[in-house]
């Protein structure tokens, strides 16, 4: 049984400066509550006690808004490194499996019970739509995903990885095997996907755990916001 999740929050959110007045993305508010503490109140609903931030921007805020009851790990290098590096400094965290997150994710709850229903060792929570360019999309045959990057062709593109993913012990060893040899190789501007592209290419199984009926939002863009706030908190407030 899973009860850990790691929250990845580092990072500095450029794309949306006009409205995060200087402040961690994930610690915008929607509505009566910031992303961090949704997220951190619909992990607990599931049974997930053990939280641990990976914190970077303006680290202390997040600290104050969220609380002493939570495990904080620190990214000092966040302005020049990419979301692996940041899961690399919590690795210490993975050892019995874990849910994984990023910190920017408005999601239903009953997308996070669905991963913590799968069997597989590794799992993320993959939404079937029509993709575009920005988004970080997936190839897949049957239910396993063959290759997880942005640059995929819109056509070839199975649908989007929401942002959730659950690892068990035997996942969480093989991810953090990866994660030490790319940060031992210098990649250091990875993103997350980058270890699991890995992973899939050593020939390790990553399974897709549909959730395209479920709704949920990224928060990149200034409109990803509006979404948030306007569509989807509406349908997950009480989830």
């Not at 400094?89 to 229903?117: M, P």
Request: with cysteine.
């Amino acid at each position: 049984m899973i009860n850990k999740a790691i929250i990845l929050a580092a990072g500095l959110g450029n794309r949306l400066s006009s409205i995060t007045n200087e402040k961690p993305k994930c610690l915008l508010r929607v509505n009566s509550e910031t992303i961090l503490e949704y997220q951190n109140r619909v992990l607990r609903k599931c049974g997930i006690k053990n939280l641990t931030i990976v914190t970077g921007y303006k680290a202390n805020e997040i600290e104050k808004t969220l609380g002493t009851n939570i495990n904080y790990v620190y990214n000092p290098f966040y302005a020049v490194t990419g979301s692996l590096v940041s899961l690399w400094f919590a690795k210490n965290e993975t050892k019995n499996g874990f849910i994984y997150l990023h910190g920017d994710v408005l999601f239903h709850k009953r997308i996070l019970q669905r991963l913590l229903s799968t069997s597989s060792n590794v799992s993320l929570a993959i939404a079937r739509k029509k993709c575009v360019e920005e988004d970080m999309k997936v190839r897949v045959d049957s239910d396993q995903i063959l290759e997880i990057n942005k640059s995929i062709e819109a056509s070839q593109a199975y649908g989007e990885f929401v942002g959730l993913a659950k690892f068990s012990r035997s996942g969480a060893k093989k991810l953090v095997t990866i994660l030490e040899r790319v940060v031992r190789e210098g990649n250091l501007k990875e993103y997350f996907e980058y270890a699991i592209q890995r992973l899939v290419d050593e020939g390790h199984e990553v399974h897709k755990c549909d959730v395209d009926d479920l709704p949920w939002v990224e928060i990149d863009f200034p409109e990803d916001f509006e979404k948030a706030t306007t569509e989807v908190y509406p349908k997950i407030k009480e989830s």
